[in-house]
């Protein structure tokens, strides 16, 4: 099936620092989805992008769907602690959704 | 609120007894669908289902089953569970399949001894 490759596998950042990870594929998608996980609970939606090329924020949080429809990342400005957690991208393509492995950020106070 | 629900939220069993785990959603949302976690393979689809009574496999659907009689519920069922089934599970949901984010419940951890 398809299968996404999301990268840097785990982060562990200065607090103010800017950080950037992002997701590659061989497939196309139509749709790219960022969550971030906190522990004990479910993936949250972070950002949905739904065109090619499309750049779209949500406060500290900036992502962008890349224009072959195989990748797509994600930037956090100036981290704060609780920006850690996991933060998973995820493609979509006809009515299935799939999921890179995730980044782990842990930030230093 | 707009929510998902799950229950159990933690679960240990034998090998073999059946068991179900439930999920519910409040949105009206057509589309629902079940993952699994585990470490360094992030979630991984095991069904979904687009309206009442229509589901289909995803990525990994060996061992479990679903079934979707009202629009709300979506249950996962584990005829004959085994140790390789021991992961961290999700039901999420969104208004249609497609284009649509979809919103995930609390999780349910089972342990399959």
């Known amino acids: 099936g398809q299968q996404l490759n999301q990268s840097p596998q785990s982060m562990f950042i200065q607090e103010g620092e800017d950080v950037s990870m992002n997701c590659t594929s061989s497939?196309?998608?139509?749709?790219w989805l960022w969550y971030k996980q906190d522990p004990g609970e479910g993936p949250v939606l972070l950002i949905a992008?739904?065109?090619?090329?499309e750049l779209t924020s949500n406060g500290r949080l900036t992502a962008q769907f890349g224009t072959t429809r195989k990748d797509s990342f994600l930037n956090i400005s100036a981290s704060i602690p609780s920006d850690v957690g996991i933060y998973f991208c995820?493609?979509?393509?006809?009515?299935?959704?799939?999921f890179g492995a995730g980044t782990i950020l842990r930030v230093k106070s | 609120e707009a929510q998902v629900t799950q229950n159990p939220r933690y679960l240990i069993t034998v090998t073999g007894k059946k068991l179900t785990v439930t999920c519910s959603q409040n949105?009206?949302?057509?589309?629902m669908s079940w993952y699994r976690q585990d470490p360094g393979l992030g979630l991984r689809q095991i069904y979904y289902?687009?309206?009442?009574?229509?589901?289909d496999k995803g990525d990994v659907p060996e061992g479990y089953k679903v079934s979707r009689k009202e629009k709300r519920n979506f249950p996962l069922i584990l005829e004959s569970p085994s140790p390789n089934q021991t992961s961290l599970y999700f039901c999420?949901?969104?208004?249609?399949?497609?284009?649509?984010?979809?919103?995930f419940g609390p999780g349910t951890r089972l342990t399959v001894t």
């Open positions: 999420a949901s969104s208004p249609r399949g497609g284009h649509y984010e979809q919103y």
């Open positions: 497939s196309i998608f139509n749709t």
């Open positions: 992008l739904y065109k090619a090329g």
């Open positions: 995820a493609g979509q393509y006809g009515n299935k959704l799939v």
């Open positions: 949105m009206n949302h057509e589309y």
């Open positions: 289902s687009m309206n009442v009574e229509v589901t």
